[in-house]
């Protein structure tokens, strides 16, 4: 099990950026696959981006693609998510989430295949 605190939200303008950074603890960091998820009130959460264990395999969603950078520093027990040109609808808490895997290379894109999660961080885009 490792535990995992979000930190960097906050309430920045349109066109704006924000970087928010995980902090894990617990079991080997560069032994998960890290994703970033977001919920939106009443939307479900998605995943908005996903790196392997190495970092040499990225994922992103359609939406945040050319815009948001999702990065780790193993040494550092820590992931990154640099957002940039922020929209209104990125407005969303943001949760950082770990899987133990065994392949390097593997990013995992489903919610259920994460077993922890961290207690989110408010992000808010002002039109």
């Known amino acids: 099990q490792v535990q995992l605190v979000e930190s960097g939200g906050g309430l920045v303008q349109a066109g704006g950026s924000l970087r928010l950074s995980c902090a894990a603890s617990g079991r080997a960091f560069s032994s998960y696959v890290m994703g970033w998820f977001r919920q939106a009130p009443g939307k479900e959460r998605e995943l908005v981006a996903a790196?392997?264990?190495?970092?040499?395999?990225?994922y992103y969603a359609d939406s945040v693609k050319g815009r948001f950078t999702i990065s780790r520093i193993n040494a550092q027990n820590t992931v990154y998510l640099q957002m940039n040109s922020l929209k209104a609808e990125d407005t969303a808490v943001y949760y950082c989430?770990?899987?133990?895997?065994?392949?390097?290379?593997?990013?995992?894109?489903?919610?259920?295949?994460?077993?922890?999660w961290g207690q989110g961080t408010q992000v808010t885009v002002s039109s």
């Open positions: 989430a770990a899987r133990l895997e065994y392949s390097i290379s593997y990013v995992a894109m489903k919610s259920s295949e994460y077993a922890d």
């Open positions: 790196i392997s264990r190495s970092g040499g395999s990225t």
